[in-house]
């Protein structure tokens, strides 16, 4: 890969060529891959970028770490809507808000970007076989992605990974062992599974190129605004990685000179759940938590990528909220009546902490913001139903919905 | 619009001006847009569509009934994937085939591709408030739809309707009524209260531009085969308002001039639920039927469309197939495993009769054929789970894990 120098390990700085089965340092420590940006500023230009017309992923070629040669998986990836949000900033209080739903993914997370990457850097790997585990949304992007691409796979979730995300999983004919036991009980299982068999490792925090994919997210944000900055981008944590890879989008951009300076990062958690975001606050290392949120792509109680997540934020100088799963679930309605758009729990806890961060008066009502919402409402029914309610239920009788209307105060224009 | 010659009756033939809030016609029949398509083909090229990078139903404004002013609704709806499906054209044993995923728009089904239009003409008619009933998709992606616009909806669902439809409804902030009876109850209760309170209506078989929005598919479908048209293209039929719409798509661009031949519509319905194919096979008047079948979406035993649905079949020389509740599961299966493609059951029901089709020897092996689906496999979660089975459960233990793999058979490789 010409446009990348290496992969670089961001605790000891130890250096290792771009193989496409990187998994970490020997240290222990998470890899970064190194572009040369030099010659990427040479090669490509925002007119290059607004002439093409294939809106995925792939369209930053220049800024991803695939071979020129390498078969890219089949699946449309990424490009997802960023909306503009009158409504809602006006409800926040901010100058101008913008959505990015990411729901509207193939598998419908933002974790198709890192899929379709480990599917790229499998076939390059010459494997067949790819595993992971997951809290659920990984999971089923992985098994999506993989079965467009004719490749197999083994699949660890924990126990309680919602409906949805199974049932997808299930439907792709991946092989999926559900752990009993918490998100860490399900990283050790499968971690000891691929290390015995050898399978393609997608684990989040261990391939290096997966942030990479994830990346594509804040690509998307800055060209989608012609490259003029917002203050602040806001995006749930659980694992770290998802912030992380957003950062190096950005960062990206800026060492290229395609925007002239970078956001601050809201790092969103939930209250049940925030061993990053404690750290941050408190500026001890972090420590384990137990996963106290209904928003089970983020309860993440030991996260595996805290180093780079960590960095990220700090490097953004951003800013850390904690919300509840109540406020969680408000999130969820807000964005659905304001913006038609209907994120997951762990989906909308970026907008939920956002919203609490102007409450909080943290934030000034002259900022623009983004907020990615990062899986699909579809994904968890149970959580949304027990929050929105259910529907007036009577029969085919005008008499009994006039009735009905006025019981529950609804006033019909 | 420059563009609209007048709405026609489909029965008796009758004109109207192409007036925003049309409904039937006097004598009950169900109205057609008429386009001047000589007016058409002096204003738009195949270049001219090649060179617009607006990915949407709107990049044909051309052949849509808007008025130029008209302030397009927010959510991106259309240019959903068209992906070539080589392995499982392979296992149904013809020459090529794609699968069309609408499953990806914005509330995981093609019927944003018609209330994205209802949602423009409510504004062109100046209405707030916006009503219909549905299976569940048209109702959850009106919701939505119309919520990203500042639009209010009341909404009629039969209590059938899946758990993921309905959370959607209830997230957009929709007053949802959920009639205790069939279809044919729902509609009749949303007539009756659309007429009292005088609501913009987005039943589809009344508002003759729904159909405009739904052709959309077939000029995507177009467009992305570049032209070439294919031989057959599946689809699943429940109202008829669907496939009709499809083929008003493909009978507009034939008339311009964009392709030079039409392709075999196949008309894929429930075995349970098969009024409009029965109308066909027996070459008699449709009669009710009823809603026997698990595929939700096409559970309507008084299909609102027939005029138009059996006027598609038969002037493309259609064929029908109607596919048991197990076929339509064993197709979600396939899709999922061969494309990574996870539908709903009435989503790849198009699927199923194509593959039934082709085991029949009906369909020669050197066709090329598309299959639309029409909506995400994550609006019914429950029939999915009961279809793909359950997961491995194991605690983290490796010996249990390869117990529970001899147990079940799988060689790990």
């Not at 919300?323 to 009546?337: F, N």
């Amino acid at each position: 890969m010409k446009n990348v120098l290496h992969a670089k390990c961001v605790i000891c700085g130890r250096t290792y060529d771009a193989a496409p089965n990187l998994t970490n340092c020997a240290c222990g420590g998470i890899l970064d891959i190194v572009y040369d940006y030099d010659s990427i500023k040479s090669s490509l230009s925002k007119a290059d970028l607004a002439a093409r017309q294939e809106y995925t992923i792939w369209r930053y070629r220049e800024l991803l770490p695939v071979e020129a040669g390498t078969e890219l998986p089949p699946l449309r990836v990424g490009w997802s809507p960023l909306y503009q949000a009158d409504r809602l900033a006006g409800q926040l209080g901010i100058q101008r808000l913008y959505i990015k739903d990411d729901g509207i993914n193939p598998t419908a997370s933002l974790k198709d970007r890192a899929s379709a990457m480990a599917v790229a850097k499998a076939r390059e790997a010459g494997a067949e076989v790819i595993a992971c585990s997951s809290t659920g949304n990984a999971a089923s992007s992985l098994a999506g992605n993989a079965a467009a691409a004719g490749l197999k796979t083994y699949i660890f979730v924990p126990s309680r990974a919602p409906k949805g995300k199974v049932a997808q999983l299930m439907a792709f004919g991946a092989t999926v062992i559900s752990v009993q036991g918490s998100y860490e009980d399900t990283f050790e299982l499968s971690k000891a599974a691929i290390s015995r068999w050898g399978w393609y490792n997608r684990n989040a925090a261990i391939n290096p190129y997966l942030s990479e994919g994830k990346k594509t997210v804040g690509l998307e944000i800055m060209e989608q605004l012609h490259w003029v900055v917002p203050d602040y981008i806001a995006i749930s944590v659980g694992d770290g990685c998802t912030i992380a890879g957003l950062w190096k989008g950005l960062k990206d951009l800026y060492a290229i000179g395609f925007i002239d300076r970078l956001p601050r990062l809201i790092s969103a958690q939930a209250e049940g759940c925030c061993p990053l975001n404690r750290a941050i606050e408190t500026g001890e290392a972090w420590r384990p938590m137990e996963e106290n949120t209904l928003a089970d792509s983020i309860a993440v109680g030991v996260p595996r990528n805290a180093d780079k997540a960590l960095l990220a934020i700090r490097e953004s100088n951003g800013l850390t909220v904690n919300v509840s799963d109540q406020e969680i679930m408000d999130a969820q309605k807000l964005l659905g009546r304001t913006c038609g758009v209907f994120g997951e729990p762990a989906g909308v806890t970026g907008t939920a902490g956002l919203k609490k961060l102007c409450e909080q008066g943290k934030i000034p009502a002259s900022a623009t913001a983004v907020s990615v919402v990062t899986g699909n409402g579809l994904k968890d029914v149970a959580n949304a139903i027990a929050s929105c309610g259910e529907p007036v239920s009577i029969p085919n009788d005008m008499d009994q919905l006039l009735k009905a209307f006025a019981e529950r105060g609804i006033t019909v224009e």
